[in-house]
Nanobody, 124 residues
Framework: QVQLVESGGGSVQAGGSLRLSCLAS?????MGWFRQAPGKEREGISIIYTAGGDTYYADSVKGRFTISQDNAKNTLYLQMNSLKPEDTAMYYCAARTAPLWVGYIWSPEQYNIWGQGTQVTVSS
């Protein structure tokens, strides 16, 4: 059973950077970072195909965020640069343990393992 433990959230001013980490135990097909702001639905922002390393980004974070994995450390990262106030949200690490068609990777319902979440607050 995959377990996920996130860390690295915090408060930062606009234009700043943060790096989120997700310590993962177990095997998954896809892993990703999702976020949820108050009153909004949970949205996928960055996904990685763990076997091949293919990465995917939502338009809202493309060019600013980078997802990566360190297999030796069993850790997934999200480097967030040029942060904006609209990036303020609870950020979740998620894993899909079964195979998944790439067309569904942005749907939170397709991920069966979730971390506890870490808060990111960006002030203007």
């Amino acid at each position: 059973q995959v377990q996920l433990v996130e860390s690295g959230g915090g408060s930062v001013q606009a234009g700043g950077s943060l790096r989120l980490s997700c310590l993962a135990s177990g095997v998954s097909s896809y892993m990703g970072w999702f976020r949820q702001a108050p009153g909004k639905e949970r949205e996928g922002i960055s996904i990685i195909y763990t076997a091949g390393g293919d990465t995917y980004y939502a338009d809202s974070v493309k060019g600013r965020f980078t997802i990566s994995q360190d297999n030796a450390k069993n850790t997934l990262y999200l480097q967030m640069n040029s942060l904006k106030p609209e990036d303020t949200a609870m950020y979740y690490c998620a894993a899909r343990t079964a195979p998944l068609w790439v067309g569904y990777i942005w749907s939170p319902e397709q991920y069966n393992i979730w971390g506890q979440g870490t808060q990111v607050t960006v002030s203007s």
